[in-house]
């Protein structure tokens, strides 16, 4: 079924939900209180506002979707730590997101979009193409549904990636929509500095995000140092190459300050080599950045094969030798495809 975008309650920010609640011929700080009672509070639904009259509750039940996300499963890792959410959209689209506990960290990775256009050979989202964009209330309610799954264990949300489906950079204006609005300190109140968002290098948007001088973190999927190489696992190089893709990170640093994490996916025989960690440090030299070196997780539509870890610890240490910080990230939650690049739609 197709929902009115703008009756999903999360994807309106507070000037819209006041407009729309003195269009009920109730007074603005209505509005306001819906807000903390969505974000400070994590009411899921009309009948938990119990500090607004009936009337007006049921104005909300009338109006306004809250169910925009069903969860239709729910994966446990045999990690323990690690839970995998497929979630239902209105209009029967799924999307995925990941709660990975750490020790006191609670890092949620959540998708932007059903599917991707970038088509990334060795990704399962890339594999399945691009169906459409998530609205910023369809982002913003990820979120909410852990936040919520987490207070009744007394614990919060500490950090979210946009490293779930899709391009984040590719939904730029609805991404970041949702991100303000998961940062009003009247609200949500999550700092800009916890969010991370992954791009595959939209050099465009990576200008505009630099201009914003945003405080979230940048992380640039990069994964080869040659074009040809890049091109043949990233479409998106052919459009955007290695050069104008780095040029435009050292701007982003030069504007900001801010350094920028690298993403690599180490994979056996292609990109693991030490001649390969030497290109890189290279490339990256007096780049005020870091490398995030992940083994490679498997995907049905992708014959390539993880490093082994004798492998991706001399990759790191080649890196550090020339000065540039690499951390070799843990995999998590593979037994149920919640890693990095395995989130599609699974078929029930
Ligand atoms: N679209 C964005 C963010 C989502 S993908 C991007 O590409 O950056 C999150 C990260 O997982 C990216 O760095 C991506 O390159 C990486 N990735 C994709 N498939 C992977 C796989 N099979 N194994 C390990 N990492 C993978
Ligand atoms: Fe899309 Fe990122 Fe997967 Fe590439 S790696 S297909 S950009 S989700």
Same mark, same amino acid.
């Given at each position: ?166 391009? +984040? ?104 080599? +030490? ?74």
């Amino acid at each position: 079924m197709e929902i009115k975008p703008s009756t999903v309650v999360y994807n309106l920010d507070l000037p819209a939900l006041t407009e729309l609640v003195k269009s009920w011929g109730e007074p603005a700080y209505r509005a306001k209180q819906i807000w903390q009672g969505l974000y400070k509070n994590i009411w899921i639904n009309p009948s938990e506002f119990s500090n607004l009259p009936k009337s007006l509750r049921e104005k909300m039940e009338a109006n306004l979707r809250f169910d925009v996300l069903e969860p239709t499963l729910k994966l446990d890792s045999t990690d323990g730590q690690t839970r995998k959410t497929l979630f239902r959209l209105p209009d029967g689209r799924q999307v995925e997101a990941v709660l990975m506990r750490y020790d006191r960290r609670k890092t949620l990775c959540i998708s932007t979009q059903v599917g991707c256009a970038m088509g990334c050979t060795f990704c399962a989202t890339g594999q399945m193409g691009f169906t459409r964009h998530l609205s910023s209330g369809e982002i913003v309610a990820q979120v909410m549904y852990y936040a919520r799954l987490l207070q009744a264990e007394g614990e919060v949300v500490t950090n979210v990636v946009l490293m779930g489906m899709g391009e +984040p950079f590719h939904n730029y204006n609805n991404t970041m929509q949702a991100i303000d609005r998961l940062n009003d300190p009247e609200g949500y109140n999550f700092g800009a500095r916890r969010f991370t968002i992954s791009t595959s290098g939209l050099v465009p948007a990576i200008r505009q995000f630099a201009q914003e001088k945003r405080q979230i973190n940048l992380a640039v999927s990069l994964h080869a140092t040659e074009d040809e190489k890049r091109s043949s696992m990233m479409p998106v190089n052919k459009r955007y190459d290695i050069e104008e893709l780095i040029a435009a990170c050292r701007e982003y640093v030069q504007l900001t300050g801010r350094r920028i994490t690298f993403e690599w996916a180490l994979i056996h025989e292609i990109n693991d080599t +030490p001649e390969e960690a030497r290109k890189l440090s290279g490339l990256l030299k007096g780049l005020l950045c870091h490398v995030n070196a992940i083994p490679l997780n498997p995907t049905t539509g992708y014959s390539g094969q993880a490093t082994t870890r004798e492998r991706a610890l001399a990759f790191k240490e080649v890196l550090e030798k020339n000065g540039i910080p690499c951390t070799i990230r843990m995999r998590r939650g593979i037994d149920i495809q919640a890693g990095c690049g395995q989130l599609a739609v699974i078929s029930l």
